[in-house]
């Protein structure tokens, strides 16, 4: 089983919809991130989480709400989808503490809001 | 501010070597990352650097020079599977990653 894994998969849906899309891992990481991937741009992080109480904002968070559930769960939401939120969604979790501990990723989420 | 600047593109051949450039600028600089992302799917980790110098690991090493705010990626005997873009990420003070827009390795027969 995957150690990070992302639902749905993909999603196809309607301007002023509520979205949310979920992150579990099994990596028994405190440190979990949600980012998104447009074409010809780098990875935009749009929040993160580095225990259950403790929840940030990332670069381009406006239009986005974010629950971490558990150590395990980090629920991204969109609560009225735009077109321009059309991206590769990314979840991804990172132990604590030491400056070389990757960051593992989710397979990622392709959302499309027509 | 913030910025890292890598080659958009590069073409290759099968069983050449090739060297992908990042130069990044940080507020503060805790270590580099470099990651394979094919297309479609998630970026998967290849090295770290912290200290100047050259790491290598198989058929890719990785160089920083902190100073120049400088790193490179080496990838020897390219193989097809080799096609994918491949992002810098420096960490920041915060301990946040940096992401460039990657550069995409084209490999040819």
């Known amino acids: 089983d995957a150690d990070v894994t992302q639902t749905p998969r993909n999603r196809i849906t309607k301007t002023g919809k509520r979205i949310m899309l979920e992150c579990s891992q099994t990596?028994?990481?405190?440190?979990m991130y949600w980012y998104r991937q447009d074409p010809g741009l780098g990875l935009r992080l749009i929040y993160y989480?580095?225990?259950?109480?403790?929840?940030n904002k990332g670069e381009i968070s406006d239009g986005y709400s974010v629950s971490r559930q558990a150590q395990a769960k980090f629920s991204l939401s969109l609560e009225s989808a735009i077109p321009n939120q059309t991206a590769l969604y990314f979840c991804a979790t990172r132990d604590s503490g030491r400056a070389e501990d990757t960051q593992y990723f989710g397979p990622g989420t392709r959302l499309t809001v027509l | 501010g913030q910025n890292i600047d890598q080659p958009t593109e590069m073409t290759a051949t099968e069983g050449a070597i090739v060297q992908i450039n990042c130069t990044y600028q940080?507020?503060?600089?805790?270590?580099l990352f470099w990651y394979q992302q094919h297309a479609g799917e998630a970026p998967t980790f290849l090295s770290y650097?912290?200290l100047d110098g050259l790491e290598e690991k198989g058929r890719f090493s990785s160089f920083l020079s902190r100073s120049k705010g400088y790193s490179y990626l080496l990838l020897k005997e390219l193989q097809m599977k080799d096609s994918a873009s491949y992002l810098c990420a420096p960490e920041g003070s915060n301990y946040q990653l940096i992401w460039g827009a990657g550069t995409k390795l084209i490999i040819k027969p």
């Open positions: 989480s580095f225990d259950v109480k403790d929840i």
């Open positions: 940080t507020s503060g600089f805790n270590g």
């Open positions: 650097n912290v």
């Open positions: 990596k028994g990481h405190d440190r």
